[in-house]
């Protein structure tokens, strides 16, 4: 499989995005703290029938971002449309993961370039689980905490990583040290606080925007996700268009990398269909 590392220039930002394959296009955005690499189990055999894009959006993965800059759900949205026009594309599958799954919905909602959805735990208005977390992290006290902790947080990332897992001895060599070299980029942490600062204004938008999504969608949920509440799927189920729900047992919030066959399998099944 050959991958190409390419850049876009979006309304003065740069988004480092990787496409590999051939055929329909098939978009990938990650959750928080992520980026391009979390879908390095998957884009192989996606590549296989799709050209896929799998984004950085900025201030995550290998985009850098000024310490001013918002990046918030809503903001990132109209960044990944403005890329979709950048790259000419008419018709668009999009996979979206977490965080990158609340985008997907925003973008799908305001964009009839998205053709369908397969969303992977996404944030979504349903769900509470770290909603206590989060305003503790923006306010003032939480905030300097964040800043204090986030240089000499790589000892405890490996315990963080694994609690993503529902059975963290699934996790591919490597991920640890792939995702800390990239969440301790410069800046990062003024990217993050910048995202959360916005968070619970961009799930009450969502809330309204998901009813106008008109694009087919497939719900992806592992049963032992401690990050976004799979009971929160349902209500998600009885509002997207054509929606389907797929559990993949054992599995924790990362079900892409924890069992990327089987979720292959899924994505390529709902969107060839």
């Not at 018709?91 to 977490?98: K, L, R, T």
Request: net charge positive; proline share 5%; aromatic share 6%.
């Amino acid at each position: 499989m050959q991958i190409e590392k390419l850049t876009a220039e979006i309304a003065g930002d740069r988004i480092s995005y990787f496409r590999a394959g051939a055929g329909p296009p098939l978009l990938l955005l990650h959750g928080l703290l992520g980026g391009s690499f979390c879908w390095r189990r998957n884009m192989e055999a996606l590549s296989q029938c799709h050209t896929v894009f799998a984004v950085d959006m900025p201030g995550h993965g290998e985009s850098d971002a000024p310490c001013h800059l918002d990046c918030s759900m809503q903001a990132q949205a109209s960044r990944v449309s403005a890329l979709l026009k950048h790259l000419k594309l008419e018709e668009v599958d999009v996979v979206g993961a977490s965080w990158g799954g609340a985008i997907a919905m925003l973008l799908a909602a305001q964009n009839a370039k998205v053709r369908s959805l397969v969303l992977a735990a996404p944030v979504n208005p349903w769900s509470s689980f770290g909603a206590g977390r989060i305003r503790f992290l923006i306010g003032r006290i939480g905030s300097a905490f964040l800043r204090t902790v986030w240089p000499v947080s790589r000892p405890l990332y490996r315990t963080a990583m694994a609690r993503m897992y529902g059975d963290a001895r699934r996790m591919p060599a490597g991920t640890v040290e792939g995702y800390c070299s990239r969440v301790m980029r410069p800046g990062r942490v003024n990217n993050i606080l910048n995202t959360l600062r916005s968070w619970e204004k961009d799930v009450n938008t969502l809330r309204a925007e998901i009813p106008k999504i008109k694009a087919r969608s497939l719900l992806i949920w592992g049963t032992r996700d401690g990050a976004v509440d799979v009971r929160s799927a349902e209500a998600l189920k009885q509002i997207l268009p054509e929606c389907e729900l797929r559990l993949i047992e054992g599995a924790g919030h990362l079900p892409f990398e924890e069992t990327p066959e089987e979720f292959n399998r899924l994505v390529l099944d709902f969107v060839e269909r």
